[in-house]
């Protein structure tokens, strides 16, 4: 934590140079209201001077008002600072996410990088804040006020000596119970939220195997868990107010005992006594303050922990230190020797592959669950470096070019179609984003989805919302290839694209697309043997490993996979 | 389920949750709205949860009562053992022998006649000094109430840390049970995001806010009574001087807290929408890069982010400016304590002991007024999130079911609609007057283009929504004369969306059948072609699935539901476009696998294959949600209506291209 907090609060030294000198000047005046109260005591109330009284008090009145001023303007910049702390590490965090490569996306998982960037920012962001306010008020106070009870009286301090490591004791116990209930508490509430997500995105099922009650179970236990963990947390907490008020108000009785011995005696003024008496508990009320402060510290520990981790994982893939300058085209991609595999995994997913992909054809890829067709594909716009062997395009190793200018040339069409909030044209226009409304309708017709764009009340303005839920899955999948379509690539990727799409809308589209991007490189992948039926050639992949290559009429005679790959869909006359 | 959330839950005594709300995985709708829109009503609502503890919450207010006023009488007895020390200091002084009416008269003598007023309030033998026993006897006193203060604060908490932990532990079983009665419907037209935020970010704000506010706000009522009492008691007059201070403080804390409210508002709202774009860009991540979006991405981030700095700044500054004004208020009464106490104490209308137990108590006194100001804005939130709940509490539920007469496993499996009429929305007419019997053993092709609304008779026959009109039977009894669960338990289903919850695949394939023993799963796992695969894995059936996993592709999910299928062991399946993203290898092997699984069954299966459609007994044509055909392959191809163009332009097309 203590690394976050120096890397992002640096740029702020001034602000918080002046937060820190504000809360001293603050403490100082604080402190210094007891000692007048003492001597209105010793010098007025017991000499019964009540000009003297009078003066002392106005004198007071003025240093509350330069408490009351220095602690606004405190605030002023320590809310400031304290914000601008989170916003900014949210920035680094926003940014290094995005200059991360598939892998370590899925590393960490959408979800848990999101509530980094939001929950575990606000976590430690709150401690900063309040950091910059009791934190370290907290400690000039402490100090400030063992020195006023010094002054006071050095024997009678000797209390303090034992009071604060008491307080330190409970505490310290305290919190070092408490750390692993918190996170316990933490995986809890996962659970919760894991089981009750499950529940409802597999509604269906639940209700179609009769297992409802199941399910209630399974959510009880979850929420049982996390009830009794809380309680355990929250039962400790319980504890630690009442402790340290016991030490607390103890402490005040020993003083006044073993203060009144030392007035008794005459070594002490009695108006002293009482100004002692007031410091300790300023001291303690300090001791306090920090405490109710330390109670978000183990959680903020565990976040900036989270945080951290995001920072300082370097993406996998990046930009060359000295990029090639980008071939002009045609948009030919050959793989050299590839092989890949994932971190830590033991098997490669692909293995020698060599294959080149012509400028201006179709490429088609078929091949079972697992046998690597998405892997490789993901390889063409650097999702995943290769492990072995090389990747270029117009020549040039993709590891070369500036991820952008690899990127320019590349239309993807995932398999998840996902589109982003907003309206179908500011989808359309997200690979050019100065693409004319014509150029729009001319991919929706092309990607058949004109037809159905044009039925919205508002026509291209029409809202997406997130992930194009408002739409369904075929006219998300259409959507993203007009996408990609407006965005005019050399090389078109298309990732299991038609799956969502009826046969006839799957052949239409196809029919237009092979008038329409003639020119460009096609890559496909599909399950559906009559979508890659027609392409320049079919590329079979087993295991890993190119089986056949060809196209349709030579697979069937010479590929045993692509025949039962074939034979599966189709009728042996359908086939033929 | 992935990472860890950081959700708003579980931590103790936290000061109020502000800006972001919750969190959970969900960001955007995981904030607590700002502004409840009937706050009496839902409070109500709310205080009603605790009825099952109101015993507790009696004992508790009684604990905090007795507590708070230990710790109430405390200062007052302090005050008296300084009076003790006072007067022992000032006996000293004078000489010993003479009475202290002499000493007074001396001093009057001597014109000192504030002075002589003060010794004569006093009770105290001259040249004796301080009375140690007495002093003594006092602050044992002292100690023992406060002893009790901090075992009854304690008690106190710790029950309440019950108390509002099983009120939250309810609400989510309430809120759960509740999800289980709604009908589908409900989850179709809902963000399950905001569904599943209601149950655990606004329930884990209301459960932090519960602990955090009841015994607060039970201690901050009790100590403002006890400190007032023992204010008034003490000194009438600087009473009515530090009540003089409340208003004064009312009025700057909503002063201040409507301003803040605004920016808090604000800052939530901005929160929201800086949310919403993290987790659209992190979801849409390849998309982005791919395209060359990221430099957009991180300028909208950076705008929305900056917002939400100006708004939480403010927000901060404000609500921060409370504590200072509160300290100055109190300071100005500090000020007025000393200043008018000195003089009474000069007076002799006062005592030492007593100015000084005034101040504590003063002191007592601003700080659960500020806390009740806090306290306020918490139980606002919390009141929000209650409203939410509450809301979704409050949902139509399905109609009520017949007794549930155990699961159906002897049916033949002939299914029967007749005039059967639904709509989704009430002006939209869909499916009117179908008719259709289906033998048992027969099977029912359901084809039509994308988006023609295929899982409609699905979501009928599984009662997921209800029929306007008409019937469907099962065996000639009538869906509705069966409870839901009974009727659904005739049926398998596989549906396009693999569903499989985090938990090993030995589970997952035994859902449907939770006595199954490990023969059957394994023979299930074989007839959906998965056990190899399963083998294959480092811990076999054993394998924790995982809503993410990358270790099982889709197409592997999708044998593993067909294995689910397989072991449940119904009469009438389901089969909702089950091996569209089954790869076409395994496919071959599956089809098979469903060819033996729908012999002596009845199927309902939304076709792609053509296979499948040919060898259907009955096809049912739809479109734009309705079915407009139905018969026979050979029938409808005779037809010449939509069927045979459909026919023509899925099937014949690719073949001719192709040759």
């Known amino acids: 934590m203590i690394a976050l907090l120096r890397t992002y609060l640096r740029p702020y030294r001034r602000a918080l140079a002046l937060v820190v000198g504000l809360l001293v000047v603050q403490a100082l005046a604080t402190l210094y209201l007891p000692e007048l109260n003492g001597d209105i005591i010793d010098n007025g109330v017991a000499k019964g001077d009540t000009a003297y009284i009078l003066s002392t008090g106005a004198l007071m009145l003025g240093i509350s008002l330069v408490v009351v001023v220095a602690s606004i303007v405190a605030v002023y910049w320590g809310s400031k600072t304290g914000m601008a702390f989170g916003r900014d590490v949210r920035s680094a965090i926003f940014r290094t996410v995005e200059s991360f490569s598939r892998a370590e996306l899925e590393r960490f998982g959408t979800a848990s990088l999101i509530t980094r960037n939001t929950n575990d920012v606000q976590q430690v962001q709150m401690v900063v804040l309040m950091g910059l306010n009791m934190m370290i008020i907290a400690p000039i106070l402490a100090v400030g006020g063992v020195v006023m009870a010094l002054r006071q009286d050095v024997p009678l301090a000797g209390i303090l000596v034992v009071i604060l490591p008491i307080m330190a004791v409970i505490v310290g116990t305290l919190m070092y119970r408490a750390l692993p209930m918190f996170q316990a508490v933490q995986r809890k509430i996962d659970r919760v939220n894991q089981v009750t997500r499950e529940a409802l995105s597999g509604i269906r099922v639940i209700r179609a195997f009769v297992r409802t009650r199941h399910e209630e179970e399974r959510f009880d236990v979850a929420n049982r868990d996390l009830t009794a963990s809380t309680l355990q947390v929250n039962r400790l907490f319980a504890l630690m107010i009442p402790l340290l008020m016991l030490v607390f108000n103890l402490s005040t009785v020993a003083i006044l005992w073993f203060g009144s011995i030392r007035v008794d005696s005459g070594e002490m003024p009695i108006g002293n006594l009482i100004a002692f008496l007031q410091y300790v508990m300023q001291i303690l009320m300090a001791v306090m303050m920090a405490v109710f402060m330390f109670v978000m510290v183990p959680r903020a520990v565990v976040s900036s922990g989270r945080i951290q981790e995001v920072l300082r994982t370097e993406p996998s893939i990046g930009d060359p230190a000295t990029p090639a300058t980008p071939p002009p085209g045609p948009g030919a991609l050959e793989f050299r020797d590839v092989e890949f595999r994932y971190p830590g995994a033991q098997d490669a997913v692909l293995r020698d592959i060599s294959l080149r992909i012509e400028a201006g054809r179709t490429t088609a890829i078929v091949g079972s669950t697992g046998s690597g067709k998405s892997t490789l594909i993901n390889l063409i716009p650097r999702f995943y470096d290769v492990t072995e062997g090389g990747l270029s395009i117009d020549g040039t190793d993709v590891r070369e070019l500036r991820r952008d200018d690899l990127w320019a040339r590349i239309g993807l069409i995932p398999q998840k179609a996902f589109l982003f909030s907003g309206t179908i044209a500011s989808n359309l226009r997200f690979g050019r984003a100065d693409a004319t409304e014509d150029e729009l309708w001319e991919a929706l017709r092309i990607a058949q989805a004109d037809g159905f764009v044009r039925d919205l009340a508002d026509g291209l303005d029409s809202p997406v919302t997130q992930g194009g839920a408002n739409l369904s899955g075929g006219q998300r999948q259409r959507l993203a290839i007009a996408r990609a379509l407006v965005k005019r690539p050399e090389i078109f990727v298309f990732d299991d694209s038609f799956s969502a799409l009826d046969f006839k809308t799957d052949s239409l589209l196809r029919a237009a697309l092979a008038r329409e991007i003639a020119a460009a490189t096609v890559v496909i992948v599909a399950q559906r043997v009559g979508t890659i039926m027609g392409a320049d050639r079919i590329v079979v992949l087993d295991g890993g490993t190119i089986v056949g290559s060809g196209t349709h009429h030579e697979l069937m005679a010479s590929c045993e996979t692509y025949r039962e790959i074939v034979y599966s869909q189709l009728s042996e006359e359908e086939a033929a | ?659």
């Not at chain 2, 005739?490 to 693999?498: E, I, K, S, W």
Request: aromatic share 8%.
């Open chain 2, 1 to 659: 389920m992935s990472g860890p959330t950081g959700g708003a839950a579980g931590g103790a005594r936290r000061p109020p949750p502000r800006g972001f709300g919750g969190g959970g995985p969900f960001g955007g709708p995981g904030l607590p709205p700002e502004k409840p829109k009937d706050f009496r009503g839902t409070f109500g609502r709310l205080a009603r949860t605790l009825r099952p503890e109101l015993g507790l919450i009696l004992i508790v207010v009684v604990f905090a009562i007795v507590s708070v006023a230990c710790s109430a009488v405390g200062p007052k007895l302090l005050g008296g053992a300084t009076d003790i020390l006072f007067e022992g200091v000032v006996s000293q002084q004078l000489p010993p022998g003479v009475t202290q009416q002499q000493a007074v008269d001396d001093l009057r003598a001597a014109g000192q006649t504030e002075q002589a007023d003060m010794l004569a309030s006093m009770t105290l033998t001259p040249g004796a000094g301080v009375d140690f026993t007495a002093l003594r006897n006092v602050l044992l006193l002292v100690a023992t109430v406060y002893l009790l203060s901090s075992a009854f604060s304690w008690a106190q908490a710790y029950i309440m840390a019950g108390v509002s932990q099983r009120t939250v532990y309810r609400m989510r079983r309430d809120v759960d049970d509740k999800l289980s009665r709604m009908p589908l419907r409900y989850f179709d037209s809902h963000s399950r995001g905001d569904t599943l935020s209601r149950v655990t970010n606004d329930i884990d704000n209301i459960a932090n806010s519960l602990q955090q506010t009841m015994t607060q706000l039970i201690t901050a009522v009790c100590t403002i009574v006890a400190v007032l009492a023992m204010m008034l008691w003490i000194s009438p007059l600087l009473a009515v001087i530090s009540l003089l201070t409340v208003p004064l403080s009312i009025v700057v804390t909503i002063f201040v807290a409507k301003r803040s409210q605004i920016q808090f508002a604000a800052q939530w709202a901005q929160t929201g929408a800086l949310n919403g774009h993290v987790e659209e860009m992190h979801t849409g991540h390849s998309i982005v890069k791919a395209f060359g979006r990221q430099h957009e991405a991180i300028e909208r981030f950076d705008l929305e982010n900056e917002r939400l700095f100006q708004a939480s700044y403010r927000a901060q500054f404000l609500s921060g400016t409370i504590q200072p004004a509160m300290g100055f208020i109190a300071n100005v009464n500090y000020v007025l304590i000393c200043v008018i106490g000195g003089i009474q104490v000069a007076n002799g209308q006062m005592s030492l002991g007593d100015v000084q137990a005034f101040v504590q108590y003063s002191r007592q006194f601003a700080m659960p007024i500020t806390q009740t100001a806090s306290i306020a804005n918490v139980i606002q939130s919390a009141v929000a999130s209650a409203e939410r709940v509450f809301e979704l509490l409050d949902e139509a539920e399905e109609t009520p079911d017949v007794a549930y007469a155990g699961i159906r496993r002897a049916v033949a499996g002939r299914v029967e609609l007749q005039d059967v009429s639904f709509r989704y929305l009430p002006d939209v007419p869909l499916i009117e007057d179908l008719d259709l019997v289906v033998e048992p053993g027969e099977t029912v092709a359901i084809v039509g283009p994308t988006g023609a609304g295929k899982t409609t008779l699905v979501n009928l026959l599984m009662r997921f929504y209800e029929i306007d009109e008409g019937a469907i039977r099962i065996d000639g009894i009538d869906s509705r004369q069966m409870s839901r669960d009974e009727l659904r338990s005739t049926f398998g289903m596989v549906l396009q969306d693999t569903w499989l919850f985090h938990g090993t695949i030995r589970e997952n394939i035994a859902y449907g059948r939770d006595d199954a023993t490990e023969e059957e799963i394994v023979a299930a796992a074989q007839a959906a072609h998965v056990d190899h695969f399963v083998r294959t894995l480092p811990d076999g059936y054993d394998t924790v699935l995982d809503d993410d996993a990358t270790s099982v592709s889709q197409g592997e999910k999708q044998l593993l539901t067909i294995a689910r299928a397989f072991l449940a062991d119904r009469r009438i399946l389901i089969l909702d476009e089950a091996t569209s993203s089954v790869d076409t290898r395994t496919e071959v092997l599956i089809q098979r696998a469903m060819a033996r699984l729908m012999v002596g069954r009845t199927s309902f299966v939304i076709a792609h294959r053509l296979s499948t459609i040919r060898d259907a007994h009955t096809i049912l044509v739809m479109d734009h949600g309705r079915i407009i055909e139905q018969g026979t392959h050979e029938a409808l191809l005779a037809r010449r209506g939509f069927y045979f163009d459909l026919y023509d332009s899925q099937f014949a097309e690719p073949l001719l291209e192709a040759s």
